[in-house]
Nanobody, 127 residues
Framework: QVQLVESGGGLVQVGGSLRLSCAAS????????MGWFRQAPGKEREFVSG????????YYADSVKGRFTISRDNGKNMVYLQMDSLKPDDTAVYYC????????????????????WGQGAQVTVSS
């Protein structure tokens, strides 16, 4: 099992930036693929971004491509989500998630493929 703790959420104006961090513990971090998901009120949880165990492969939802950047530091057991050019539609609770790195790309996008989740970080973009 992996314990995940997000930080860095908050209130930002349209066009602003935030950086989410996720600290992992309890399992060999470099064996894990990591993902960021978000859930807005009244909506289902949706994929935002994913990264493989080494950081060599990254994946993004179309809605955030070109604005968000995922990265990881295996030496620090951390994964990050840099969010730029934020829009009101980005307002949601953002969750960090972990799963075994299987090399199956399709699993990147599925919430059910992830075994462990953080508690979530609120991101609010005001217009």
């Amino acid at each position: 099992q992996v314990q995940l703790v997000e930080s860095g959420g908050g209130l930002v104006q349209v066009g602003g930036s935030l950086r989410l961090s996720c600290a992992a513990s309890g399992r060999t971090f470099s064996s894990l693929a990591m993902g960021w998901f978000r859930q807005a009120p009244g909506k289902e949880r949706e994929f935002v971004s994913g990264i493989n165990w080494s950081g060599s492969r990254t994946y993004y939802a179309d809605s955030v491509k070109g604005r968000f950047t995922i990265s990881r530091d295996n030496g620090k057991n951390m994964v990050y989500l840099q969010m730029d050019s934020l829009k009101p539609d980005d307002t949601a609770v953002y969750y960090c998630a972990a799963r075994p790195n299987t090399g199956i790309v399709a699993l990147t996008y599925r919430p059910t493929a992830y075994d462990d989740w953080g508690q979530g970080a609120q991101v609010t973009v005001s217009s």
